[in-house]
């Protein structure tokens, strides 16, 4: 019987197939058999250690089906470890794949070289090779190696689908293409300042454009773009920062975390018994081990404590502690949509595209505000002068049974807007999703009447200000929302 239904008999065999669940576990036995094998090949008179092993008794890495073998450079070590890994491969029927295994000589002569290929036969590698998908040198990586970074992060802001996201969008989606570097080079490799400024070009060009094409338009400058909320960027990483704090964490852990073999390995070779902090940049590390003396220099700024990852840790205090904005409570917890907190964001920092600021450019644009016909478009007008978008504005404030304010002088305005948004209260929490749409809604039809000469009236923008609140809210104040329901008396 096979899924309840009779079949013609079949005969039992045993063995595995490559997927089956079980096979990993029967690959990690037959391993640790192997690495057996291989500690009985340190007793042998035979076997020299590879020079930067010896201390550490080290013969071999392996890591899922991957194998590192290492051995000093003469034909009767590698002879003894091949046999070694010969009796392991007829006692378990595991082979290596010829096609995938490589020989890497360092400082062995090419007379010896021959004979070893020759009696192994496998192919001769160069450095750098990838291990686990990165790449492994001694020297620093050429930018030519980084062009496959590069070319992944440009593929994944070409799609199709980035290319219809809105300014959030392309911040978030940068935010993960960023975050995906980190994860994976920027912890391992110290990325060279040429590296960095060309992935920075593209995520601000991306951001500001939505093209995978470099241009100098950005109306806030990247520096800026990513700090922290609190002092008003919008918490994209700082590559440079980050990937010195990841070389500075690796650089602490050398002090820290002295069971790594890594870590093991330094000590052994190069460290001895001196101590790490003040000691002189050994002459013959690699260019890698090098950055991370170097970093030193910055370890006694940082304070670790053990609450969180070590990298974030460093990563703000490099970032350093800059003023935080006035207006941040409106930049957290707000309901509004994203695209509206965009904009938002642009609007509180006067950097939202209006003529005045196109005109300072030396372009020449039509000075009238689209809105009220009356007087020049800037940002002051926009949103504290200009008649239509007071009578929005009034619209909403009565929607949300709050006494209205006016002024002329932004200062005034803000201060007005920090005060409404304080704190948790229902009122406050309304307030700031409202003021948030109300600036996006006005911006919008800015945009209409200005590029596609299509205009709506105030009721409406109001009605739709209050539609996307009350679709927005939360459980907490949707109740609270609802009860304003002057323009939608259908929906109550
Ligand atoms: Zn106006």
Known sequence: ???GEPTAPFNATKGLRQGDP???????????????????????????????????YLTHLSFADDLLLFSRGDV?????????????SDASGLQANKEKSSIYFGGVTQEVQEQILSFLGFPKGELPFRYLGIPLATKKISLIQWQPLITRMVAKITSWT?????????????????????AYWAQLFVIPSKVINTIEAYCRS?????TNTITRKALIAWEKVCTPKSMGGLSLMNMRVWNKAAISKASWDIEHKSDRLWIRCLHAYYIKNQQFAQMAIPQQVGWMV????????SLPLIQVNNAGSVIKQIYYQLLGNNAKISWKTLRFGNNARPKAQFTVWLQMQGRLLTVDRIASWGVSVDHECKLCNNQNETRDHLFMECSYSIKVWEGVLKWMQVPSFRTT???????????????????????????????????????QRRFEMRS???EQLVKEIAYVCNVRAPTRIKEKVQQFCICQPSRK
């Not at 090949?41 to 010896?54: L, T």
């Not at 980035?162 to 911040?171: D, E, F, H, T, V």
């Not at 991306?206 to 939505?210: D, F, Q, V």
Request: aromatic fraction near 14%; charge should be positive; glycine fraction near 4%.
């Open 456 to 458: 709506r009236k105030a």
């Open 409 to 447: 002088q932004w200062e005034l305005m803000e201060k007005w807007i920090i005060q409404r948004i304080k704190g948790k209260s229902q009122q406050a929490q309304i307030f700031k999703m409202a003021y948030t749409e109300w600036v996006h809604a006005i911006w919008i039809e800015r945009n």
């Open 1 to 3: 019987m096979v899924n």
């Open 22 to 56: 079980i096979s990993p576990f029967l690959f990690a036995i037959s391993m640790e058999y192997l690495s057996r094998n291989l500690n009985d090949v340190k007793e042998s008179q035979e076997f020299k250690y590879h020079p930067k092993c010896s201390k550490l």
């Open 76 to 88: 009767k070590s590698v002879t003894t470890l091949h046999r070694c890994f010969q009796d392991f």
């Open 290 to 297: 090098k950055k991370l003396f170097e970093a030193r220099s």
């Open 162 to 182: 980035a290319k219809k996201l809105s300014y959030a969008g392309r911040a978030q989606l940068i935010q993960t293409v960023l975050f995906g570097i980190q």
């Open 206 to 210: 991306y951001l500001w454009s939505g």
